[in-house]
Nanobody, 121 residues
Framework: QVQLVESGGGFVQAGGSLRLSCAASGRTFSSLAMGWFRQAPGKEREFVAAISGTGSITYYADSVKGRFTTSRGNVKNTVYLQMNSLKPEDTAVYYC??????????????WGQGTQVTVSS
């Protein structure tokens, strides 16, 4: 029903920045909330950020608050995750997700395949 396309992952040195993009395609609703999660090797998936369908509500994990910002783009059902002041501990596979309600838990209906973010020291 919904496919999520991620881009923007890659390699960056500590202190650098990356911007991830996530776009939903298929039969989607304009009110879709979108979230960001990440998973490091051997670790469970953790919440990073989320934004409501209107863009008026955002949630951030304490570990990224003040460094990461999620926002709605000009294209419907598209979100960005601007990651600044990156740290090696931010290294993980980052996933975007979509669902009807913005939450800070993995309660989303659709998930992307993930994009690798590697931060070197």
């Amino acid at each position: 029903q919904v496919q999520l396309v991620e881009s923007g992952g890659g390699f960056v040195q500590a202190g650098g920045s990356l911007r991830l993009s996530c776009a939903a395609s298929g039969r989607t609703f304009s009110s879709l909330a979108m979230g960001w999660f990440r998973q490091a090797p051997g670790k469970e998936r953790e919440f990073v950020a989320a934004i409501s369908g209107t863009g008026s509500i955002t949630y951030y994990a304490d570990s990224v608050k003040g460094r990461f910002t999620t926002s709605r783009g000009n294209v419907k059902n598209t979100v960005y995750l601007q990651m600044n002041s990156l740290k090696p501990e931010d290294t993980a596979v980052y996933y975007c997700a979509a669902g009807p309600l913005v939450v800070a838990t993995p309660n989303y209906d659709y998930w992307g395949q993930g994009t690798q973010v590697t931060v070197s020291s």
